[in-house]
């Protein structure tokens, strides 16, 4: 898969999950069987504003130089990687209800696909 195409489908993961906890946290947490208190209301709020930056900076570095999205490539995997394994380590808690393998799935296919694509075109393939 192209990169270009990779990143404008972690846009379009990322937009709708951002505006859904900036908007929303108490209604998309529920069915992982999570309640929020305010403080956890603020923190999915702040996680769902960053959601819809990293959406906006994936969807605008489809056309990017290489250079630019081999970085925003190997953020995201890094990103996605933590993410996977709080997402299991949330599941595996039980603060998560089975949902929770949702969220695990999600970030572990994102990551596996920027991954991939990383493992394929190493920096020295690239410069030929």
């Given at each position: 898969m192209r990169i270009s195409t990779l990143l404008a489908v972690n846009a379009f993961v990322a937009m709708p999950f951002g505006i859904a906890f900036t908007f929303a946290p108490a209604e998309i947490a529920a069915p992982y069987g999570v309640q929020l208190p305010l403080a956890g209301l603020l923190l999915?709020?702040?996680?769902?504003?960053?959601?819809?930056?990293?959406?906006?900076?994936?969807?605008?570095l489809r056309t990017a130089d290489?250079?630019?999205?081999?970085a925003a490539a190997i953020s995201i995997?890094?990103?996605?990687?933590?993410g996977t394994t709080i997402a299991i380590s949330g599941v595996v808690s039980g603060t998560?209800?089975?949902?929770?393998?949702?969220?695990?799935?999600?970030y572990g296919l994102i990551f596996g696909a920027f991954a991939i694509h990383l493992i394929r075109r190493p920096v020295a393939a690239r410069a030929s």
């Open positions: 999915a709020r702040l996680f769902g504003a960053s959601l819809i930056g990293f959406g906006i900076v994936s969807w605008l290489a250079g630019a999205q081999r995997a890094v990103a996605d990687a933590i998560l209800n089975s949902l929770g393998w949702s969220a695990v799935a999600i």
